[in-house]
């Protein structure tokens, strides 16, 4: 099933063999054995009630809990293994099934290279509402996580201009990830019961999830996880995201780093399963290694593009959906680095299939927002769209008559069979294979035609326009959670 | 009637169908037609089409290619009927085009000949391996304006020098222009040799020799 103007992943002919069952089933046990001896702490007076009345072992004090293995493996079962992200065009609705990959914008960051003048300054909510737009009519582009932060609004309802933007701007599924506390979590949920008539109805079209991070090693946020039960009440997709990181907040060894992250996500998603049995949740992570001499999130490198894999493993293991990390670089400009790091990461955690991809867009680990980045990471998207579609074999692929028709010598540029079928090549956007003379004459390349369609896009794009009443039904509700 | 007609044939070069190229050209004739109108209103919009569609990124390859067979296929059909009235198609130029000798490799150059002609010139393309005075001798023959070497090794494209050399020595320049091409040929190389023109691809050499004709703006 295909969405409108929405390119994903589906019926892969690649496959990859990441980890053994035997070793998926290693990492299980070892992550059980975590969250009973170790434990998880979770800072939240409702999340550590639930899990006194489920039986687990709870030191109030403390805020950690303890949970016997088969506790947490009855929970989980409880999770839907498909469902579907809604978007205010239902033509848009993306299929969690295990099959289909989509791309969102990557979300959070700090500073852009402003579209107009490329100097790079402080992000504010024009740049939610402009990213939206171009992600908006950029066929890669599925969903949206918020891409930059709004600091240009009040820090306690700056998550709700955000989604507010997002929605005023595009059509497509909204993901926000920098919802985290009580307040604005209600306040997003009326926002989202607006766009579908009535809160009842955001179960079966829930326009709006909620991806939450864990507070590595083996901890959540006392906010998140109460937004995250809200969320899950109301029947809206939630999902924890582990970011450990190798030698600081997570084990040096890859698999003690994916059992600790797998701790971290499996116990909030069975938190969530114990409170609201059926909830629709996911898993999601962005792991990674730090950096051995500054001690930073390095966002990219081998591992990265190894837990882009193995986690869909897991995630597969528990039957749920995945949110995975991808695209992420520490490259301080659209270069080598960024392109050789947004490749291997998303093909790794595609050739999986991973449910959502984030995502696109950014530099600098993550912090700088660069148009040209986003146009040509979707552009990398396309090129792993096309390769996990394989080669077919069948006699029309085979070829044959035109084969015989061009015999020896000759050439296939005049066959019907070419004409038929040269649509299938893949096409670049970004790429350039010009005559050299024609490059020494302008010296330009990706980035520049990346930069200069996304300004096209931004320009010339017209999302369908939020409702007039919706609009200032959602201002109603922000002003009312700003102080 | 005939305006139809004009659009069938316009379709069938764009379609690159040189079967129905063909036969539209055959049935002008039965309908007694001018062949050189419908040359002019017919195919060449067609082709001219294609070559916009080209040019904006819209089409492909193939298509300026099919829709150039399929072009030379209808001038085919109708050139001995210009012929029997006295009349020719007004041409942009005489190529001669060859891979040169010790050379097999003839995509690229078979490529130009079919843009060439799409685009009014009139091609001898005398293959691969051909020796200098075979090119020079049909040049001669045919009254050329422009010679096209081609070349895929750092061992052949030696040879281009070769034909130039022949040439100069013969007094043949500039009355015949030279243009090279091929996967090893570099600015620096056509510089050296003292070539008039080259090009990276096809559709760059048709630019190149519109300008060693003195048409550049056609």
Same mark, same amino acid.
């Given at each position: 099933m295909s969405s409108k103007n929405i390119k994903s992943i589906s019926n892969p002919k690649l496959k990859l063999e990441i980890l053994s069952p035997d070793e998926v089933k290693k990492i299980h046990e070892a992550t059980l054995q975590i969250i009973e001896k170790v434990g998880v702490r979770f800072p939240s007076k409702r999340a550590?009630?639930?899990?006194?009345?489920?039986?687990?072992?709870?030191?109030?004090?403390?805020?950690?809990?303890?949970?016997?293995?088969?506790?947490?493996?009855?929970?989980?079962?409880?999770?839907?293994?498909?469902?579907?992200?809604?978007?205010?065009?239902p033509q848009q609705d993306l299929q969690l099934d295990g099959n289909h990959v989509y791309l969102g914008t990557d979300g959070c960051g700090v500073e852009v290279m402003d579209i107009h003048t490329g100097q790079k300054r402080t992000s504010c909510l024009q740049?939610?509402?402009?990213?939206?737009?171009?992600?908006?009519?950029?066929?890669?582009?599925?969903?949206?996580?918020?891409?930059?932060?709004?600091?240009?609004?009040?820090?306690?309802?700056?998550?709700?201009? !955000?989604?507010?933007?997002?929605?005023?701007?595009?059509?497509?599924?909204?993901?926000?990830?920098?919802?985290?506390?009580?307040?604005?979590?209600?306040?997003?949920?009326?926002?989202?019961?607006?766009?579908?008539?009535g809160t009842d109805k955001l179960r079966e079209r829930p326009v709006l999830s909620l991806m939450q991070c864990t507070a590595p090693p083996l901890g959540h946020d006392g906010g998140s996880l109460d937004a995250a039960l809200l969320a899950a009440?109301?029947?809206?997709?939630?999902? =924890?995201?582990?970011?450990?990181?190798?030698?600081?907040?997570?084990?040096?060894?890859?698999?003690?780093?994916?059992?600790?992250?797998?701790?971290?996500?499996?116990?909030?998603?069975?938190?969530?399963?114990?409170?609201?049995?059926?909830?629709?949740?996911?898993?999601?992570?962005?792991?990674?290694?730090?950096?051995?001499?500054?001690?930073?999130?390095?966002?990219?490198?081998? !591992?990265?593009?190894?837990?882009?894999?193995?986690?869909?493993?897991?995630?597969?293991?528990?039957?749920?959906?995945?949110?995975?990390?991808? =695209?992420?670089?520490?490259?301080?400009?659209?270069?080598?680095?960024?392109?050789? !790091?947004?490749?291997?990461?998303s093909f790794m955690a595609s050739v999986v299939m991973s449910d959502m991809l984030l995502g696109c867009g950014f530099?600098?680990?993550?912090?700088?927002?660069?148009?040209?980045?986003?146009?040509?990471?979707?552009?990398?998207?396309?090129?792993?769209?096309?390769?996990?579609?394989?080669?077919?074999?069948?006699?029309?692929?085979?070829?044959?008559?035109?084969?015989?028709?061009?015999?020896?010598?000759?050439?296939?540029?005049?066959?019907?069979?070419?004409?038929?079928h040269m649509r299938e090549l893949f096409m670049p956007k970004f790429m350039d294979r010009r005559p050299y003379s024609e490059w020494e004459t302008k010296k330009d390349d990706a980035r520049d035609w990346a930069l200069t369609r996304a300004r096209k896009i931004l320009n010339e794009h017209q999302p369908e326009p939020l409702d007039g009443g919706l609009r200032r039904e959602m201002e109603k509700i922000i002003k009312s959670v700003e102080k | 009637m005939s305006e139809e007609l004009y659009k069938e044939m316009a379709q069938s070069i764009i379609d690159g169908?040189?079967?129905?190229?063909?036969? *539209?050209?055959?049935?002008?004739?039965?309908?007694?037609?001018?062949? *050189?109108?419908t040359i002019t209103k017919g195919f060449v919009i067609g082709v001219n089409y294609i070559g916009d569609q080209f040019g904006a990124g819209e089409a492909f390859l193939p298509e300026l290619v099919m829709a150039g067979e399929a072009m030379k296929a209808a001038v085919a059909v109708l050139e001995p009927e210009l012929l029997k009235l006295g009349e020719a198609r007004e041409m942009m130029g005489k190529v001669v085009l060859a891979t040169v000798e010790g050379d097999i490799h003839e995509i690229g150059k078979t490529l130009v000949g079919t843009? *060439?002609?799409?685009?009014?010139?009139?091609?001898?393309? *005398?293959?691969?391996?051909?020796?200098?005075?075979?090119?020079?001798?049909?040049?001669?023959?045919?009254?050329?304006?422009?010679?096209?070497?081609?070349?895929?090794?750092?061992?052949?494209?030696?040879?281009?020098?070769?034909?130039?050399?022949?040439?100069?020595?013969?007094?043949?320049?500039?009355?015949?222009?030279?243009?090279?091409?091929?996967?090893?040929?570099?600015?620096?190389?056509?510089?050296?040799?003292?070539?008039?023109?080259?090009?990276?691809?096809?559709?760059?050499?048709?630019?190149?020799?519109?300008?060693?004709?003195?048409?550049?703006?056609?």
């Open positions: 550590l009630e639930i899990w006194d009345a489920h039986g687990a072992d709870v030191n109030y004090e403390k805020k950690i809990v303890r949970v016997k293995p088969q506790t947490i493996e009855d929970a989980l079962k409880k999770a839907p293994p498909a469902y579907k992200l809604a978007a205010r065009d740049d939610v509402h402009d990213i939206a737009r171009v992600a908006d009519a950029t066929e890669e582009v599925a969903f949206h996580w918020v891409p930059v932060s709004a600091q240009d609004t009040p820090a306690e309802a700056r998550g709700l201009h !955000e989604i507010k933007a997002v929605w005023e701007n595009s059509t497509k599924h909204v993901q926000t990830e920098s919802i985290y506390n009580i307040e604005e979590a209600k306040a997003a949920i009326e926002m989202a019961a607006l766009i579908v008539g009440e109301a029947g809206i997709p939630t999902g =924890f995201m582990t970011m450990a990181a190798c030698a600081t907040t997570g084990p040096t060894t890859m698999a003690g780093n994916l059992a600790v992250g797998n701790a971290e996500v499996i116990a909030g998603t069975a938190l969530l399963q114990l409170a609201f049995p059926g909830a629709p949740v996911f898993y999601a992570a962005a792991q990674t290694a730090s950096d051995l001499r500054t001690g930073a999130y390095t966002g990219g490198g081998p !591992e990265d593009f190894l837990f882009g894999a193995a986690t869909n493993v897991l995630a597969d293991f528990y039957n749920i959906p995945l949110s995975m990390g991808a =695209f992420a670089t520490g490259a301080k400009e659209p270069n080598w680095q960024a392109g050789l !790091e947004g490749s291997l990461s530099l600098h680990g993550s912090r700088i927002w660069s148009y040209a980045e986003m146009m040509m990471d979707c552009e990398i998207f396309s090129i792993i769209h096309k390769m996990m579609a394989g080669i077919e074999v069948n006699d029309e692929t085979l070829a044959l008559q035109a084969i015989a028709a061009v015999g020896p010598g000759g050439h296939y540029l005049a066959q019907k069979h070419t004409r038929n | 169908d040189s079967d129905i190229a063909i036969e *539209l050209a055959k049935k002008s004739i039965e309908l007694k037609m001018h062949p *050189l109108e843009m *060439l002609s799409a685009s009014g010139f009139e091609v001898v393309d *005398l293959g691969v391996d051909q020796p200098a005075d075979k090119i020079i001798g049909k040049a001669l023959e045919i009254n050329a304006d422009i010679i096209g070497m081609s070349a895929l090794l750092t061992t052949t494209m030696v040879r281009q020098r070769e034909v130039i050399e022949e040439l100069d020595k013969e007094g043949l320049r500039p009355r015949i222009k030279v243009m090279v091409g091929g996967a090893p040929i570099t600015r620096d190389w056509v510089t050296k040799i003292k070539a008039d023109g080259y090009s990276e691809d096809a559709i760059g050499a048709v630019k190149i020799a519109k300008e060693l004709v003195g048409k550049a703006d056609q």
